[in-house]
């Protein structure tokens, strides 16, 4: 027998480790709630983990087998479950981050002390860590290079799911029969669970974000529905939070309910259809737009690469000024746009859709991230901060590339002289404001020019068509200046030369 250990990959489809594992197989599948990783989550990241596991485990029965759930410390808890099942090696997916890195790292070492054959894998990225390089040997910091290795890199097919046969019978070795003392004396039946904990009983609270619906079925269809029409237009409609020109698979990437393998896959379907359509339409684009989806999935792999290689970009900036950036403490501005009060309709639109459903459209990620950054003048790390605690999808590589992008301290960022005017973006991505009406309820009686002109109307003009709606809390041209000033003394220039 042999034990996979789920933790980023709950999925039974297109999972390389549980099919490893299952080569040698039967196969125990096992989640481990660790308090070390519990207190970097969040209501909402629980509450759709704990969805996921659900869909997962009933993944696990539909094929004659279970999930085994405990909950202590990983490095405790798997050489005293291999041992009660009398498991000859223990299989998992790597995670990248330096919190996973350092857990599994002990895990290894109380493997090899118990004896426990370990095996792990590369699953969560079509290519890992490392493998994409300049030509000089170094981890890319420039996106289009990366970008263009990894397009003309060769993609893994998606792994088989295990056959019943390949899974360990619930009905012979159910949770009641793994007893045991784990090795720092603990009575293993003690931290295995019969069922999933409640999301009080890790400590959380239910949110109330409406969260999408978690697991691979609904992973699948929402592929589905993405892949029937809207990824010929990716390119052209993703930019627009009215449409629904995105693939809302963010979570389930993140919680690795569908494989990428898989996700690829069908990218690659649309894109032979996507030749059948420009040849037999004139002036189509549809693989450039699906092109354009697959660049998202390179994106994302290429900050998991920044984020291996350079782990400090967590906390520190990767692109160091000479002076330091003299970044604002501003709690009352900061509360605000928290809220979706600040003024500025677009910004406010987005960030009460991130409260309302753990989820933001990505042009307003980096408008919000802007707007805080650029407008605010407050530190990236706070936004990251708040993000990591709202958003459902948060990926600590991913969310952190995109602020340190806005906030022009990132590999490969924004240059640091161009500034998101709010109001532009609102009146270029959302200009019949369906949007901003949608998520700002006090400005759905308002004509659409009346919302992105809120800030130019006086304080008059503001009172009579919205009076519950604030003004603008900052002046966008004149802290425009200041941003240029702040970078320019950062970089060590006189901030009066032009």
Avoid: C
């Avoid at 599994?104 to 860590?129: I, M, N, W, Y």
């Avoid at 709010?422 to 308002?446: N, S």
């Amino acid at each position: 027998m042999t034990l996979f250990w789920h933790r980023r990959d709950l999925r039974v489809s297109d999972n390389r480790g549980l099919a490893a594992a299952a080569e040698a197989g039967p196969v125990l599948p096992v989640f481990v709630f660790d308090d070390e990783v519990l207190t970097h989550g969040s209501d909402v990241r629980v509450r759709f983990m704990l969805d996921a596991l659900a869909a997962l485990r009933e993944q696990y029965r539909e094929r004659g087998s279970d999930l085994v759930v405990a909950h202590g410390d990983p490095a405790t808890v798997l050489p005293a479950l291999a041992a009660a099942a009398d498991a000859e090696s223990i299989h998992w997916n790597e995670d990248y981050s330096m919190l996973s890195r350092e857990r599994d790292a002990r895990v290894r070492l109380a493997l090899e002390r118990a004896d426990v054959a370990r095996e792990s894998h590369h699953d969560g990225q079509l290519h890992e860590p490392g493998t994409i390089r300049t030509n000089q040997g170094d981890p890319y910091s420039v996106y289009t290079y990366f970008w263009k290795k990894w397009r003309d890199r060769e993609k893994p097919d998606p792994f088989p799911a295990p056959e019943p046969a390949d899974l360990t019978d619930a009905n012979e070795l159910g949770v009641d029969t793994l007893t045991g003392t784990a090795t720092d004396g603990e009575k293993l039946d003690s931290v295995l669970r019969a069922g999933l904990p409640t999301i009080e009983e890790l400590g959380f609270t239910e949110p109330t974000a409406e969260l999408r619906e978690a697991g691979t079925e609904a992973a699948r269809e929402r592929l589905r529905t993405f892949r029937e029409e809207a990824i010929f237009q990716y390119d052209s409609d993703r930019d627009y939070p009215a449409k629904d020109g995105s693939s809302r698979l963010s979570e389930q990437i993140r919680f690795g309910t569908i494989g990428l393998r898989e996700l690829y896959a069908e990218t690659e379907a649309a894109m032979r259809e996507a030749r059948s359509r420009d040849e037999g339409e004139e002036g189509s684009d549809a693989q450039d737009n699906v092109e354009a989806f697959q660049s998202q999935l390179a994106w994302r792999e290429f900050y998991t690469q920044v984020l291996f290689f350079t782990p400090h970009v967590v906390t520190e900036n990767y692109k160091s000024y000479e002076e330091g950036l003299e970044w604002r403490e501003d709690e009352e501005a900061l509360e605000a746009w928290k809220a979706g009060k600040t003024g500025y309709p677009i910004v406010d639109a987005g960030m009460r859709q991130l409260r309302a459903e753990a989820w933001m459209h990505n042009r307003l990620r980096m408008i919000v991230a802007s707007f805080l950054t650029k407008d605010l003048l407050l530190d990236w790390r706070e936004g990251y901060a708040h993000f990591r605690e709202k958003l459902a999808d948060h990926d600590t590589a991913n969310d952190n590339g995109g602020w340190q992008w806005a906030a022009s301290t990132g590999t490969d960022a924004q240059p640091y002289f161009r500034i998101f005017n709010p109001t532009t973006q609102g009146e270029r991505y959302d200009a019949d404001a369906e949007y901003i009406k949608e998520y700002v309820p006090e400005l759905r009686d308002l004509e659409a020019d009346e919302i992105h002109g809120w800030v130019d109307l006086s304080d008059e003009e503001r009172a009579a068509l919205a009076p519950e709606y604030p003004a603008p809390i900052v002046d966008h041209g004149a802290r425009r200046e200041e941003a240029l000033a702040m970078f320019k003394r950062a970089r060590g220039e006189d901030p009066e030369e032009t």
